[in-house]
């Protein structure tokens, strides 16, 4: 059974950090790019980051560059997202995606909001 875990959201003040986390298992971890999405209540699910399967490389959205971090454990089939320098605008429900061929899966999400 395939599942994604993802854990980490919470409230934070603007300019404070949080670190989320996808435990997974079910699926071979290590052959699948992990990514990280957002979603806004009545928007399109974004695209934050990115990482390969062995994680050598790694790409962002515009809007997080140098703020945001994605990275894994294979030894733990985890990855995570470092999320420095948050802004109202980061407010969202955050997903972890697994990808490999046709395969697709998804978490079940955690909320992140940004507020004084």
């Known amino acids: 059974q395939v599942q994604l875990v993802e854990s980490g959201g919470g409230l934070v003040q603007p300019g404070g950090s949080l670190r989320l986390s996808c435990a997974t298992s079910g699926f071979t971890f290590k052959n699948y790019a992990m990514s990280w999405y957002r979603q806004v209540a009545g928007k399109e699910r974004e695209l934050v980051a990115t990482i390969t399967p062995y994680g050598d490389t790694t790409n962002y959205a515009d809007s997080v560059k140098g703020r945001f971090t994605i990275s894994r454990d294979n030894t733990k089939n985890t990855i995570y997202l470092q999320m420095n320098s948050l802004k109202s605008d980061d407010t969202a429900v955050y997903y972890c995606?697994?990808?490999?061929?046709?395969?697709?899966?998804w978490g079940q999400g955690t909320q992140v909001t940004v507020s004084s």
């Open positions: 995606n697994a990808r490999w061929i046709r395969n697709n899966f």
